[in-house]
């Protein structure tokens, strides 16, 4: 059974720095890649990043380009987004997921999500 | 970037009865690789992840129920459930994975009439 448990998230001020995880169990984590959606409390889904599953490739939404970085140890089935200089229209809840596909990918299976507000 | 318009933005539809949720996107996700459109469905139920119910547009998911189907190409799709069960009230999202970044109608909530 896929698993991703999301840990991290939290109260920050705005400016600060957050770290989020996914840890993933129940299937070969590095041969896949892995996405970072978020949803912004009553609003819709964003995609936020996706990271190609040996870590080399990655890819940013414009509105977290150069402030938000993702990254992965595959010796750990852990995946990372790593948010600076937040503001508070990153408040949202973040999920992990797996990406499924064949030339292009679409997110198959989700963590149950990980509460970032930012706030002072 | 690829926007996606879905419609209605809610409805309510009596037990047993149809529903049906548009989704339109700006440009063609039709992928030339296998002839099959970059479209999924997926549904979020309150305080939940979203869960994938139809990938490339019509591919339902093992254990989705076949009151779930997926059907349309190039621009225009559309989510039918045939007969609507309570465990249905939710919000229902299209997501094209044509280009990146791969984007997210805003959402159609369905409810019990």
């Known amino acids: 059974e896929v698993q991703l448990l999301e840990s991290g998230g939290g109260l920050v001020q705005p400016g600060g720095s957050l770290r989020l995880s996914c840890v993933a169990s129940?299937?070969?984590?590095?041969?896949?890649?892995m996405s970072w959606v978020r949803q912004a409390p009553g609003k819709g889904l964003e995609w936020v990043s996706s990271?190609?599953?040996?870590?080399?490739?990655?890819h940013y939404a414009d509105s977290v380009k150069g402030r938000f970085t993702n990254s992965r140890d595959n010796s750990k089935n852990t995946l990372y987004l790593q948010m600076n200089s937040l503001r508070a229209e990153d408040t949202a809840v973040y999920y992990c997921?797996?990406?499924?596909?064949?030339?292009?990918?679409?997110?198959?299976?989700w963590g149950q999500g990980n509460l970032v507000t930012v706030a002072s | 970037d690829i926007v996606m318009t879905q419609s209605p933005d809610s409805l309510a539809v009596s037990l047993g009865e149809r529903a049906t949720i548009n989704c339109k996107s700006t440009?063609?996700?039709?992928?030339?690789?296998?002839?099959?459109?970059?479209l999924t469905w997926y549904q979020q139920k309150p305080g939940q992840p979203p869960k994938l119910l139809i990938s490339?547009?019509?591919t339902r998911e093992f254990g989705v129920p076949d009151r779930f189907s997926g059907s349309g190409s190039g621009t225009d799709f559309t989510l039918t459930i045939s007969s609507l069960q309570a465990e249905d009230v939710a919000v229902y999202y299209c997501?094209?994975?044509?280009?990146?970044?791969?984007?997210f109608g805003q959402g159609t909530k369905v409810e019990i009439k």
């Open positions: 997921a797996t990406l499924m596909g064949s030339g292009t990918y679409y997110e198959k299976y």
């Open positions: 490339w547009a019509s």
């Open positions: 997501q094209q994975y044509y280009s990146t970044p791969p984007t």
């Open positions: 129940g299937f070969t984590f590095s041969s896949y890649a």
């Open positions: 990271i190609s599953g040996s870590g080399d490739n990655t």
């Open positions: 440009q063609s996700v039709l992928y030339s690789s296998n002839n099959k459109n970059c």
